[in-house]
């Protein structure tokens, strides 16, 4: 994710939107959804041309992992234990726990200027790490729709040996659990005034 932010904000782009959750948010909080559409699309081709990339890159390596579940993981994410109301829970405690913190992080109220340059990656990057390791045991912790469903088309498009299937089954519980957290957490920023 670090790494992302950087190099978008490299070349030109101050918000690097890199997740849809955090886009959603943004426009929830300030009512501008013109780029909404734009954004999405960007983001799952992004996630689609990373998880090609990655899946070329182990390409001999393949046919010599046997089990299928453990290819597909490499790609997407799923529950530790089903069920699919907790899981979308899961996912969206923890969209929203991005989304609150990441602007609590750039808000005037932790300082007037947000964070120095170049901090502010580094401190988002910090608080995904975080909620990997105390919110990911459940579901994997997409936080980032782009970030499952792309990947997940990329296995399911592949021709990688030995794959299975591409879970479609629990491919809708980080669209709607990440969708649904952006959109509390961009309420609640924008009546806390954020």
Not at 63 to 70: I, M, S, W
Not at 116 to 131: E, N
Not at 150 to 179: E, F, M, Q, T
Request: glycine share 14%; with cysteine; proline share 7%.
């Amino acid at each position: 994710m670090l790494c992302g932010v950087l190099v978008a904000q490299a070349f030109g782009s101050p918000g690097a939107h890199l997740n849809p959750a955090i886009t959603l948010a943004a426009a929830v909080n300030t009512g501008n959804y013109s780029h909404l559409l734009s954004y999405w699309s960007a983001q799952l081709l992004g996630a689609m041309g990373g998880s090609t990339l990655m899946a070329l890159h182990y390409g001999p390596h393949w046919k010599l992992t046997p089990g299928p579940a453990d290819k597909l993981g490499i790609f997407c994410t799923n529950a530790a234990v089903r069920s699919s109301l907790l899981n979308i829970l899961s996912e969206a405690i923890g969209t929203m726990v991005l989304v609150v913190v990441a602007g609590a992080i750039f808000s005037h109220g932790v300082s007037a200027s947000g964070p120095a340059a170049g901090v502010g990656p580094w401190l988002v990057a910090s608080l995904v790490w975080g909620i990997g390791l105390s919110l990911g045991g459940t579901t994997g912790y997409a936080i980032n729709p782009a970030r499952d469903l792309g990947p997940r088309l990329v296995h399911w498009l592949l021709p990688i040996p030995g794959k299975g299937g591409s879970n479609w089954r629990y491919a809708p519980i980080p669209l709607i659990g990440d969708l649904a957290g952006a959109v509390l957490a961009g309420l609640l920023l924008h009546y806390a005034h954020l």
